[in-house]
């Protein structure tokens, strides 16, 4: 794994959260988050068309579930997985060893900035890990020249806060008692690209062209029953407790665990999840 420190002043925060406790967290729980997106990958990968001899770019690749999955279809070419995240990487790079997956190779990276060879890449995918760049418009500009002249651009992102019930409930949960404000709806986070017109007009303003923008609803899972996605999803989201005395904190635990026991269901406990499905070119 290459490791390079530049990162854009407009992700400080999010280097400082993905390649600190945030991102040690997923590292150390990634046998917990690598199955939770398993509904959309079929919808995904048939959209992102990868070739058995495309070279493709995985932005914010984590873990690296979405990098194998490419390497095993882009058998014939490579894939080159970037992230933020040390700890993660160091998970992502395990993997593909144990796998024995020769064409992959990973970079910690700020993908907004780093400077990647132009038209190295014949597809660009980002599997829910693209909403969090400072300055979107920079980075989708950043990755397009690192696409080829067609080259394809696929990313599954999230609608808003409100059409997700795994975070309203969750996060209502949480904070019981405390009202709940979800976040700016352009600020670096999961719902920054929750507005297809915004989408469409970061890509198009960016280098891409034939955006494509279509709904999905499917469900992800936390958890093989209610106790197991508690601790789960409680340590995931300590932060939020951070600030509540003893009675409230144990209140919002309580409270979510009833969460965690109306969705248990005979595959585990799940949520309802909307995301976008986006596709564009060069």
């Known amino acids: ?49 990868i070739a058995p ?12 579930v979405s990098t194998r999955a490419v390497a095993r279809r882009a058998s014939a070419g490579a894939v080159l997985g970037v992230d933020l995240s040390s700890a993660m990487l160091e998970v992502a790079a395990a993997a593909v060893e144990r796998e024995g997956l020769g064409n992959v190779a ?6 907004q900035v780093h400077p990647f060879d132009a038209g190295a890449f014949d597809v660009a995918i980002s599997r829910t890990g693209a909403m969090f760049f400072g300055d979107p418009p920079a980075a989708f500009a950043n990755i397009a020249r690192a696409l080829r002249p067609g080259g394809r651009l696929a990313l599954l992102v999230w609608q ?30 999961p719902f920054s690209m929750g507005d297809p017109d915004r989408v469409r007009s970061i890509l198009t303003s960016s280098g891409f062209a034939d955006v494509e923008v ?12 209610p106790d197991d996605a508690h601790r789960f999803v409680s340590g995931l989201l300590a932060w939020r407790l951070e600030e509540l005395d003893d009675a409230a904190r144990a209140c919002a635990l309580d409270a979510l665990h009833r969460t965690m026991r109306a969705h248990h269901t005979p ?16």
């Open 1 to 49: 794994m290459v490791s390079t420190h530049h990162v854009d002043p407009a992700n400080a925060e999010q280097a400082r959260a993905w390649d600190g406790t945030e991102g040690a967290y997923w590292a150390a729980h990634a046998e917990r988050f690598e199955p939770a997106l398993t509904d959309y990958e079929d919808a995904f990968f048939a959209a992102a068309a």
């Open 53 to 64: 001899t495309d070279r493709v770019l995985d932005i914010g690749c984590g873990t690296g």
């Open 106 to 111: 990973f970079v910690q990276a700020d993908a």
């Open 160 to 189: 808003p806060f409100e059409r997700n019930e795994w975070m309203v409930e969750i996060m209502g949960a949480l904070t019981a008692g405390r009202g709940l404000a979800p976040p700016p709806p352009d600020a670096p986070g």
């Open 214 to 225: 279509s709904g999905l609803e499917e469900r992800i899972y936390f958890g093989t029953d």
């Open 267 to 282: 595959v585990g406990v799940a949520l309802g999840s909307a995301a976008w499905l986006v596709t564009a070119h060069t």
